[in-house]
């Protein structure tokens, strides 16, 4: 069964400072992984999805990496803003169309 | 508005009652996925559908639960004779091919 982790759980860190989100799956045969931004009380809003085969995925400010053999996966995010405080999930799927595992989250606090 | 739409936002009811919840998709996706999330936690995966077909339920989804996309578009999750453990967010998201965009989850606090 796979499970998804995510450590720290909470984070907190001046603005301006570059941000490192760690996930970790137990089972390295996954199709692809997805990180998801989330606000209190809010659904999810997607990030990035980067396929098994690919190392990496960069959008804006963010980069995510892939080490499915290690089974981990980092998020960056590039010079913290305040507007970054929010929850950041991982999740993985087995195959094509599949169903996501997620992780617990790690809570991100950036001070002004 | 393209995005995966969900109604109501939030639901109070006592314990006991029924209760339904929508979820539209984004047009043309053919899959659609429900999710549990309490407080604190990720979400949990509850089902999913491939057009009208329902492929997939977790151990999760007791007999009290359940879940219909009548004609491949939209889809409802209801829930029989409600109990407090009840009480969680329940997210929808859909996909044409790998991604999945999620919609803005209905809160659900049962009394």
């Known amino acids: 069964k796979q499970e998804v982790t995510q450590i720290p759980a909470a984070l907190s860190v001046p603005e301006g400072e570059n941000l490192v989100l760690n996930c970790s799956f137990t089972?390295?045969?996954?199709?692809?992984l997805q990180w998801f931004r989330q606000d209190p009380g809010k659904g999810l809003t997607s990030l990035l999805l980067?396929?098994?085969?690919?190392r990496e995925q960069t959008s804006g400010r963010l980069n995510a990496s892939l080490d499915k053999s290690s089974g981990r996966s980092t998020l960056y995010i590039a010079a913290s803003q305040p507007g970054d405080s929010a929850t950041y999930l991982c999740?993985?799927?087995?195959?094509?169309?599949?169903?996501?595992?997620f992780g617990g989250g790690t809570r991100v606090l950036v001070k002004p | 508005d393209t995005g995966v739409s969900q109604d109501p936002r939030h639901k109070i009811t006592k314990r006991g009652q029924n209760v339904t919840f929508r979820c539209d998709p984004i047009?043309?996706?053919?899959?659609l996925y429900w999710y549990r999330q309490t407080l604190g936690q990720g979400p949990e995966f509850l089902t999913y559908?491939?057009?009208?077909?329902?492929?997939?339920k977790s151990r999760l989804l007791s007999d009290r639960f359940s879940a219909e996309r009548p004609k491949g578009s939209f889809s409802t999750l209801e829930i029989q004779r409600t109990e407090q453990g009840d009480s969680a967010m329940y997210l929808c998201?859909?996909?044409?091919?790998?991604?999945?965009?999620f919609g803005p989850g209905t809160r659900l606090t049962v009394t």
């Open positions: 999740a993985v799927s087995g195959a094509a169309g599949n169903k996501l595992t």
């Open positions: 998201a859909s996909s044409l091919n790998n991604e999945q965009y």
């Open positions: 980067i396929q098994s085969s690919q």
């Open positions: 089972d390295s045969a996954i199709y692809n």
């Open positions: 047009s043309e996706h053919n899959r």
């Open positions: 559908f491939q057009n009208e077909a329902q492929l997939e």
